[in-house]
């Protein structure tokens, strides 16, 4: 472990870097399945899916009996707890949504913004190393407060054919059962183009691995939008002497458990804490089973003390971290300082697991200093505004002076022409 000790600004930039993402390598296989998918349809969905999944399916469509039989596999602790997140969740997303707006903005000048649901969606739920139907939830439950018409679903299959029951149980409960069993970038490119059982969509959500996100990237070339730009997860904690170092230490390792070129950065005030942190991360990294990909995600890590939390403060929202978590004598005053996050865990007890399942706020996050122009996902991610302006007689006469100069200004006469020949027209018929 090495420990930075008040980094200058200058050298903030390199210390800000994540793992690089260098997916030339990959570029021509995921261009392929986009061509064969886009060509050859469920034939070439198939062939894929046996060839990477180890699935042999005579149909991508999750049956109805199979939604029945997930129900009756999972235990009723688990889906106790699935369904308190769900409705965590569509509290959360239901009173966070913004709402048509309408203004007089002049006497006779009445402009409204409308929100409209995209049509048809396509959610993206990872299903491999460790299948993550909490995903379905941070994804479904929105898309079904926006009024989406289609939320079509896609997953990999696990080598018998069968999708995860709690993938499936979770998007019976959201409202959804069009689960296709796909995975990777052969999903995405049926979502993108549609296949004799596949819905092209006109949005993609969801995270992935390099094959999907390249494939997300790619489908937006196709004229089909994705819901952010996406790089490995990350964890920025800011943490003093107050801070309780096991509950440090195992944010930092929930963090580094998602994948080998995860991130945990660690800031503090105090070079003692993050000594201590240390030694419980040490403590803790036998009992996990996943400490392989722990140990070398740690490689990624940061840890670095500032002489005060304010400049702790000013480091962050240089990196701009996918997740931040405050845990400080003076959380809330720090947090009142976050310029540039995704989404913020205030105090000693709100971890970010919390917000990963439960809590109410959706884990799908911009990553890769993302967060300094994105946000998270929310029901405004599944609709578009459409802007409406309604002009009275009273209401054109007061604004065609503005719109007649400015357009001339511009040196775009038609502009102003059609505003001319509306007033010529009232003037005629006094």
């Given at each position: 472990m090495r420990i930075y000790e008040n980094p200058p600004e200058?050298?903030?930039?390199?210390?800000?870097?994540?793992?690089?993402q260098d997916t030339s390598s990959i570029e021509p296989a995921v261009e392929d399945i986009m061509n064969k998918v886009r060509c050859e349809g469920d034939k070439a969905l198939l062939r894929y899916t046996r060839q990477l999944d180890g699935a042999q399916l005579s149909s991508l469509m999750t049956a109805e009996k199979e939604f029945a039989s997930a129900a009756a596999t999972l235990s009723d602790a688990l889906k106790t707890a699935i369904g308190q997140a769900?409705?965590?969740?569509?509290?959360f997303h239901r009173a966070a949504m913004n709402n048509d707006v309408e203004v007089e903005v002049l006497p006779g000048v009445v402009c409204r913004q409308k929100k409209t649901p995209i049509g048809k969606?396509?959610?993206?739920?990872?299903?491999g190393s460790a299948p993550l139907f909490s995903t379905v939830l941070m994804l479904a439950v929105p898309a079904r407060l926006a009024g989406c018409e289609q939320i079509i679903i896609c997953t990999p299959p696990r080598k018998d054919g069968t999708v995860h029951p709690a993938i499936l149980y979770a998007a019976q409960?959201?409202?959804t059962k069009t689960v296709f069993k796909l995975g990777g970038a052969q999903a995405i490119a049926a979502l993108t183009f549609g296949t004799e059982s596949v819905p092209a969509v006109d949005k993609l959500f969801g995270p992935g691995n390099a094959y999907v996100t390249l494939a997300k990237q790619m489908a937006a070339r196709y004229g089909v939008a994705i819901d952010m730009p996406a790089g490995p997860s990350e964890v920025?904690?800011?943490?003093?002497?107050s801070a309780n170092p096991r509950f440090t230490a195992a944010d930092l390792l929930a963090q580094a458990e998602h994948g080998l070129d995860s991130q945990a950065v660690l800031l503090s005030n105090s070079k003692s804490l993050i000594e201590r942190v240390w030694i419980e991360i040490q403590s803790l990294v036998?009992?996990?089973?996943?400490?392989?990909?722990?140990?070398?995600?740690?490689?990624?890590?940061?840890?670095?003390?500032?002489?005060d939390l304010q400049r702790a403060m000013e480091f962050s929202n240089a990196y701009a971290p996918?997740?931040?978590i405050l845990q400080t004598d003076n959380a809330l005053f720090l947090a009142d300082k976050v310029r540039n996050a995704a989404s913020v865990f205030v105090g000693a007890y709100s971890p970010e697991a919390a917000g990963d399942y439960a809590s109410g706020p959706n884990h799908t996050l911009p990553t890769y200093g993302f967060a300094r122009n994105h946000s998270g996902l929310s029901v405004d991610s599944f609709r578009k505004t459409i802007f409406f302006q309604q002009l009275s007689r009273t209401g054109l006469q007061a604004l065609a002076p503005a719109v007649q100069t400015m357009a001339e200004a511009e040196q775009l006469q038609a502009h102003a022409l059609s505003v001319t020949v509306r007033m010529e027209t009232m003037e005629g018929e006094l």
């Open positions: 200058e050298q903030w930039p390199r210390l800000c870097q994540r793992p690089q769900r409705e965590n969740i569509e509290n969606v396509g959610l993206y739920i990872p299903g409960l959201c409202g920025l904690v800011i943490a003093d002497d036998g009992e996990l089973p996943r400490r392989a990909i722990i140990e070398k995600s740690l490689q990624n890590s940061r840890f670095i003390v500032f002489d996918e997740h931040l």
